[in-house]
């Protein structure tokens, strides 16, 4: 083991690790507020001989599930640095998360839009952060790269 390495492992991981380690925590964080928002809808008690209740059913499933996806992703292959994790996560934000939020924003009605809103806002805050932190811990270091 060089000096270097002895180094790193008694100081704990590299930074651009940390910056990884952090960005992943952040979106696992982000992704359990999606998982309460399931909790959320639920909590209506969805009338399920109708159909709008079937489908805010179905919808909070659906929103639990890819949170949950989002979680086990981020803490297992986004930790470990594995490239693909990162797209997966960025691309359901860009195809989810973004859209829900102008949805909501456009049509839920102004005495909801707060409590509907900020969460939302808060946790794209927290998942693009996330994402950020674990793009700026996969770039090579500048003496890496031009060695």
Known sequence: MTQNQQYQSANGPPARQRLTNLGSTLIAVGSVGLAMASLAILGGNPSLPSSDGRHLLAGALANFALSIVLLVVSVIPLRRGERWAFWVIAVVWLIYGIPILVVDAIYVPSDNLTMTLVPQVIGNIILLA??????????????????
């Open 130 to 147: 996330g994402l950020v932190l674990v793009r700026l811990g996969s770039q090579p270091s500048r003496a890496t790269a031009s060695s």
